[in-house]
T-cell receptor, first 113, second 111 residues
Framework: NAGVTQTPKFQVLKTGQSMTLQCAQDMNHNSMYWYRQDPGMGLRLIYYSASEGTTDKGEVPNGYNVSRLNKREFSLRLESAAPSQTSVYFC????????????FGEGSWLTVV | KQEVTQIPAALSVPEGENLVLNCSFTDSAIYNLQWFRQDPGKGLTSLLLIQSSQREQTSGRLNASLDKSSGRSTLYIAASQPGDSATYLCAVRNRDDKIIFGKGTRLHILP
């Protein structure tokens, strides 16, 4: 069972470079999420997608864009990376009705220098 | 705007003791609340999920309670073990389907 798969697992970027974090789930879930985790901050929601073609801002959306092109995949793009975006990024998915649990990927470690 | 607070931020207890971790949330209109465990450098492991209509859930030595009207949840760990050392995170699922996390409690069980 693959579950939620994120790529890449590790990435180092220079300030100003762009990159896309990929996320795919094979559980046929409608809801997908992108979070970032910084030391002592828990997980903060960046963007959320309720279904294919729909996205909504979370707690910390500035500096990020997302794309939900199909039900399986939800990508997170950094257009011009900044050192403040150094973090661990987690993708997650969940089924509706909304009483169901949420499943997480293993995380992507991003460093912006 | 939903805000989730976890107290304490860190906790150290001797092995064998029972302990309680606290989670509070500001908007009681939630679908469910979930407790996770996270080991250093690792992903999240789901421990317990409590639906908004439920009062508690149990799994082994873990018991989670939910008082939705007061915006509180507790995670009770019985007979703590060194292997319980980890960060414990609480997350609430809002009516808009967004899932908001607290900052976590770092638990250290002393052998």
């Amino acid at each position: 069972n693959a579950g939620v798969t994120q790529t890449p697992k590790f990435q180092v970027l220079k300030t100003g470079q762009s990159m896309t974090l990929q996320c795919a789930q094979d559980m046929n879930h409608n809801s997908m999420y992108w979070y970032r985790q910084d030391p002592g901050m828990g997980l903060r929601l960046i963007y959320y997608s309720a279904s294919e073609g729909t996205t909504d801002k979370g707690e910390v959306p500035n500096g990020y864009n997302v794309s939900r092109l199909n039900k399986r995949e939800f990508s997170l793009r950094l257009e011009s990376a900044a050192p403040s975006q150094t973090s661990v990024y987690f993708c997650a998915s969940s089924e509706r009705p909304s009483g169901n649990t949420i499943y997480f990927g293993e995380g992507s470690w991003l460093t912006v220098v | 705007k939903q805000e989730v607070t976890q107290i304490p931020a860190a906790l150290s207890v001797p092995e064998g003791e029972n302990l309680v971790l606290n989670c509070s949330f500001t908007d009681s209109a939630i679908y469910n609340l979930q407790w996770f465990r996270q080991d250093p450098g690792k992903g999240l492991t789901s421990l317990l999920l409590i639906q908004s209509s439920q009062r508690e859930q149990t799994s082994g030595r873990l018991n989670a309670s939910l008082d939705k009207s007061s915006g509180r949840s507790t995670l009770y760990i019985a007979a703590s073990q060194p292997g319980d050392s980890a960060t414990y995170l609480c997350a609430v699922r809002n009516r808009d389907d967004k899932i908001i996390f607290g900052k976590g409690t770092r638990l250290h069980i002393l052998p």
